[in-house]
């Protein structure tokens, strides 16, 4: 099945930054979405973007599945913005969605 | 707004137990997963289920059977609970091959 990498594991930010998490994918894909689950345990969709460039607010996303990697972008970063973000992707052969092992962030007031 | 709600946020059950975490969804998706999350581990797919009574095996189906009567509910059964089992417990649900959507988890202590 589909491999899945998620780069920094850990990242710790002050408030205001900019930060860039990336997804790597080891095959082509047909659908990929990005979670943030909040230190509740929640996980919130954020985007499904099979490919292209998304954005809402203060987070958008890019996917170019060509290259098979996906970025999630976060600006102006707040607190409430801490957790673990997972990129979960699709292949065209799988029936589900595959998570990766998440990014952790921390954003420090 | 997509509405997914789990029985219960935390449960403590002792070795043995049978244990039943129900899950339901009010939007009508034909689709329902149960997942574990575990530190270190990521989310890990159990089962799912495309239909009333279908019921497919994820990737760690081993000590956990489902249930899914009515298209709005599908309940994650551990016939005798075992410490091991100790973990978060999400659902979801998913309409055709769109998004997914996420109940608030249950986070199950298994003594």
């Known amino acids: 099945g589909i491999q899945v990498e998620q780069s920094p594991p850990d990242l710790i930010l002050q408030e205001g930054a900019n930060s860039t998490l990336r997804c790597n994918f080891s095959?082509?894909?047909?659908?990929l979405q990005w979670f943030h689950q909040n230190p509740w345990g929640q996980l919130i969709n954020l985007f499904y973007i099979p490919s292209g460039t998304k954005q809402n607010g203060r987070l958008s996303a890019t996917t170019v599945a060509t290259e098979r990697y996906s970025l999630l972008y976060i600006s102006s970063s707040q607190t409430t913005d801490s957790g673990v973000y997972f990129c979960a992707p699709r292949d065209n052969y799988g029936q589900n969605f595959v998570f990766g092992p998440g990014t952790r962030l921390s954003v420090l007031p | 707004d997509v509405k997914v709600t789990q029985s219960s946020r935390y449960l403590v059950k002792r070795t043995g137990e049978k244990v039943f975490l129900e899950c339901v969804q009010d939007m009508d998706h034909e689709n329902m997963f149960w997942y574990r999350q575990d530190p270190g581990l990521g989310l890990r797919l159990i089962y799912f289920s495309y239909d009333v009574k279908m019921k497919e095996k994820g990737d760690i189906p081993e000590g956990y059977s489902v249930s899914r009567e009515k298209k709005e509910r599908f309940s994650l059964i551990l016939e005798s609970a075992s410490t091991n089992q100790t973990s978060m417990y999400l659902c979801?649900?998913?309409?055709?091959?769109?998004?997914?959507?996420f109940g608030p988890g249950t986070r199950l202590l298994v003594l």
């Open positions: 979801a649900t998913r309409a055709g091959q769109e998004t997914q959507y």
């Open positions: 095959d082509s894909v047909n659908n």
